[in-house]
């Protein structure tokens, strides 16, 4: 399995990270992308990254809560930092709880779209309470190798489509699957297994039985379980197909 979305360098693994990852390549993780949020967490991603190498992958970009008043800095500091990044994430908007910096994260959103046409490089997008405005940012910045992740999707099935006529998305499936009484499951029933990848977004989102919990990758398993569940079919090929959606999408030029 890939894990295609965890902040392993949170804080919250501080204290046994190394028993994080052990727990990780047990139950079947083989690779792990760590989205960025800001320049003050950047050190620490770092960090991980090397200590973990060829098992877990950068990827580069400002996250839409962390646009704000000095948007620019952040954006100077994430494009000078992209090197060796097989992403450009976790980026995208967000007016969840305020719409103050609607105009800023959607100029932000614009640039490192252009980065990653530029890098021909996948996107990782975070929509909250955003879904219009993703969509019309979509269709003004499409370009024909436009692709990435729609992470910890939380929207219905037309609105998925209607992203992916400006691009090639996956939809990122996290914990909320496992949540009793999930709309996401209906959403997921329509949607083919070959445009699903896995993510846990650890150490926030955690799958049943584990809800409100700290999160972490070996719970992937639960995810997966829960997918097969909802689409019919066994936990193997569902780990089959989701793996290597992540691989091309990632791990290959998609459009070569």
């Not at 996250?63 to 494009?79: M, Q, T, V």
């Not at 007016?95 to 990782?124: G, M």
């Not at 691009?167 to 909320?176: E, T």
Request: with cysteine; hydrophobic share 40%; net charge neutral.
């Amino acid at each position: 399995m890939i894990d295609t979305h965890v902040h392993l360098y949170d804080q919250a693994y501080d204290k046994d990270r190394d028993r994080v990852v052990a727990r990780a390549k047990e139950a079947g993780v083989t690779r792990c992308i760590l989205p960025a949020i800001e320049r003050s967490t950047y050190k620490a991603m770092e960090a991980c990254l090397k200590s973990y190498p060829n098992w877990t992958f950068k990827a580069m970009g400002v996250h839409p809560g962390s646009i704000g008043s000095n948007y620019k800095e952040e954006l100077d500091f994430a494009r000078t930092h992209v090197n060796k990044a097989v992403a450009i994430g976790e980026v995208g908007l967000d007016f969840y709880r305020s719409r103050e910096f609607q105009k800023e994260q959607i100029v932000a959103l614009e640039e490192q779209i252009q980065w990653a046409k530029e890098l021909d490089l996948p996107l990782i997008i975070h929509s909250r309470s955003a879904f219009p405005e993703l969509l019309q940012t979509f269709k003004k910045c499409s370009h024909p190798n436009m692709r990435g992740i729609l992470h910890a999707w939380s929207g219905g099935v037309e609105v998925f489509r209607e992203a992916n006529r400006y691009g090639h998305f996956y939809m990122g499936i996290g914990g909320v699957l496992t949540f009793r009484n999930a709309r996401l499951a209906e959403v997921v029933k329509e949607t083919q297994l070959n445009q699903i990848v896995l993510e846990t977004d650890a150490p926030w989102l955690s799958p049943e039985p584990f809800r409100g919990k700290r999160n972490e990758s070996a719970y992937l398993v639960y995810i997966a379980d829960r997918l097969a569940q909802v689409k019919g079919t066994n936990k193997e090929y569902v780990v089959a197909v989701t793996t290597q959606n992540a691989l091309s999408l990632f791990f290959t030029k998609a459009y070569e």
